[in-house]
């Protein structure tokens, strides 16, 4: 688990932290890639949405990783994501913004914001490994 | 992330370096918009030394390819990375920007 500053300096931190994990159990590049990005975008979301650039808050990973599936639980005491955040702009709109959740989406089998937690966000990101 | 400025051939060349991230991104934002503040005709973007970008260095590109649109302007990127332009076909902006392969074929283009 790491707890990072919910400042934008630090997502490189975060990228090392997903980056190395995912070699250390075998996973490939390109597969790695996808979830280095993914997580990116979602803790700058909660910078950016849940956080509103206020750079003094924290954000927690927990990651879980077994040979079935590599799973990321992130969180956050911000202000609570609204669902029209989990839908991105559609590809063929072209403007800037809205492609994060896109690259989150692609990356993991399950995108779920957990309803229960009353402060705060907590996002689980779960992406099934297959067997060779 | 850096960035480098330089001329060839009478077209600016922006040669970034490293990670486009959320951090890096509004510096790069201000110098392609300082560029094109000044209504320049041609610009290109070298990608060979970028490692990485995600949503925020893709909105820079595309707030700048929308300014320049509005005068004529043209920007061309070169020597995108697989994993860098893997990211732009995923996001169908393969087909809105002009990819070149390399710096001859982004200025001959």
Redesign the interface.
């Known amino acids: 688990m790491i707890t990072v500053p919910s400042a934008p300096k630090y997502l490189c931190l975060i990228r090392d932290v997903t980056a190395r994990l995912g070699l250390s159990v075998g996973l490939e590049e390109p597969v790695i890639n996808m979830l280095k990005l993914a997580i990116d975008e979602a803790c700058a979301n909660i910078i950016r949405h849940a956080y509103k650039g206020d750079t003094g808050k924290k954000i927690r990973i927990q990651y879980r990783i077994t040979r079935e599936a590599f799973e990321a639980v992130i969180e956050d005491s911000g202000k609570k994501v609204t669902p029209e955040l989990l839908q991105g702009r559609d590809l063929d709109d072209v403007r800037p913004g809205g492609l994060g959740i896109h690259f989150i989406k692609r990356a993991f089998d399950v995108v779920a914001y957990d309803e229960k937690k009353k402060k705060g966000n907590r996002l689980r990101l779960v992406k099934y490994l297959k067997e060779e | 992330m850096e960035i480098e400025i330089k001329d060839y051939k009478g077209v600016k060349v922006i040669t970034v370096s490293g ?1 486009i ?3 890096s991104s509004p510096a790069l934002r201000e110098e392609l918009i300082g560029h094109i503040n000044t209504k320049i005709s041609v610009m290109l973007v070298d990608f060979n030394r970028v490692s ?1 970008i ?3 260095g ?3 590109f ?2 700048a390819l ?1 300014h320049m649109k509005t005068y004529g302007g043209r920007l061309r990127l070169f020597g995108l990375p697989g ?1 860098v332009k ?2 732009f076909g ?4 393969d087909k ?1 920007f002009e990819i070149c392969g390399d710096i001859e074929d982004a200025i001959g283009t």
């Not at chain 2, 995923?90 to 902006?93: C, D, E, N, V």
């Open positions: 990670d991230d959320m951090y990485y995600d949503s925020s893709i909105a820079t595309v707030e929308k994993g893997e990211i995923f996001s169908k902006l809105v």
